[in-house]
């Protein structure tokens, strides 16, 4: 049996990540409604213990996952570490006295807890002091309604509310007015105004060593050129040919001998990722985290299809420099010396890259049945498309963890 799940990122008011919403399904083509909640709970919780570390998908953040009453008495949170998951009651279970029982009895375990898409109703009250987060969906709720709620709340000022499906970045303004402390949704991944924003010498330094490195047969010369100018990128360029991920007996000391070691796709790869961190310096660094995902899973996508795996890692890491620039991604793709494949995918949303794309985006929404659809009109195999997945977080993960040593 094989374990389907995406996360989706939850930020707090700095736009600095402070959790993921673990989402479940049982298979690419078994979506809900025809699966029910305690089914999904019970398989989450199986897979988080046997299929995948929890670790592996959080990183060292907390995770939300549902839990309806029936699982909740079973005491299947108990099989979850109390310091990393927030138990999320879904919307569906009836406030009562057996669930504000076992409510108490969490809390006093240690365990944060978490309503789910809430309704106010004045009956919740009584669960105040043991909750510690209320989501609200900021699609459907009124402004006056969430200020009822927050005037509910006063006498329980630990309860921190999360806006659910803020989508843009003037949402995001609104629900930071309005008070919110958390925010769910995909506005740090969009641009926040139109603009142009001019590329830094060095931006436009790794954008020539990008342009050079995508051609058929690359110029080795030419590219030692155009480090050798660059003191600080040919410090980065030895320093990563050898560090320990690479396992070298002897020590790069030449950029020739450092780029010839490395190999093309691995220095794709190296400036990729060296491009998106200097321009995504002082933007949500799971803007970062994302990119480096979206490469990776694009990469895996790629070797399960038989295409080209270096022009799906770099379409994947470009996806989101309209985000990352603040302006269209038509402006940006004509300043960077791309491929025209990787142009026209991101683009105009045209070839097998854009197919890879649009997969990427399914699977961070969790819209696993378009996905299932889009996997077989690619005939890509259909049970190693979540290993690919997975995988990318992992990696994504681990790059985010150097670099911030770093």
């Not at 930020?11 to 909640?37: C, H, Q």
């Not at 030449?254 to 995504?280: D, R, Y």
Request: proline share 3%.
């Amino acid at each position: 049996m094989y374990f389907y799940a995406a996360r989706q990122p939850i930020l707090d008011r700095d736009k600095k990540l402070f959790a993921y919403e673990l989402l479940f399904r049982d298979s690419l083509d078994n979506v809900f409604p025809d699966i029910d909640g305690d089914e999904a709970t019970s398989k989450m919780i199986e897979g988080s213990q046997f299929s995948f570390s929890i670790e592996d998908f959080l990183d060292d953040k907390l995770g939300f996952i549902n839990f309806t009453l029936d699982t909740i008495q079973k005491k299947y949170p108990a099989m979850l570490p109390k310091e990393q998951v927030v138990i999320e009651i879904l919307e569906t279970i009836q406030p009562g006295k057996r669930l504000l029982a076992e409510c108490q009895q969490l809390k006093k375990e240690g365990y944060t807890l978490a309503l789910d898409d809430y309704e106010h109703q004045s009956v919740w009250r009584h669960f105040y002091p043991f909750i510690d987060i209320i989501k609200i969906d900021f699609l459907t709720t009124s402004v006056d309604t969430i200020q009822t709620i927050k005037q509910a709340i006063t006498d329980y000022p630990h309860i921190k509310l999360l806006a659910e499906k803020v989508e843009t970045n003037q949402q995001f303004e609104i629900a930071l007015e309005l008070g919110f402390d958390y925010f769910q949704g995909f506005f740090f991944s969009k641009p926040e105004m139109m603009q142009t924003k001019a590329l830094s010498p060095a931006q436009m330094t790794l954008a020539e060593l990008l342009y050079e490195t995508s051609k058929p047969e690359i110029d080795l010369g030419s590219i030692t050129a155009i480090f050798e100018r660059d003191v600080s990128l040919s410090y980065k360029l030895l320093r990563y040919s050898n560090s320990a991920i690479f396992k070298r007996r002897t020590e790069v000391a030449t950029i020739k001998q450092a780029l010839v070691i490395l190999g093309q796709n691995e220095l794709k790869k190296f400036l990729s990722l060296l491009f998106t961190a200097q321009i995504s310096s002082d933007k949500p660094a799971e803007l970062m985290r994302l990119s480096m995902t979206r490469a990776k899973f694009a990469e895996g996508l790629a070797k399960l299809h038989g295409s080209d795996c270096s022009k799906a890692y770099l379409t994947g890491m470009m996806s989101l420099m309209d985000a990352l620039l603040d302006e269209s991604i038509e402006s940006v793709m004509q300043k960077l010396p791309l491929a025209k494949d990787i142009k026209d995918a991101l683009v105009a949303g045209e070839g097998v890259l854009a197919d890879y794309m649009q997969l990427m985006q399914l699977y961070e929404h969790a819209d696993w049945q378009q996905a299932s659809l889009l996997i077989k009109a690619l005939q890509l195999p259909a049970d190693k498309v979540p290993d690919a997945y997975h995988e990318a977080i992992y990696w994504a993960n681990e790059q985010m963890r150097v670099m911030g040593d770093s």
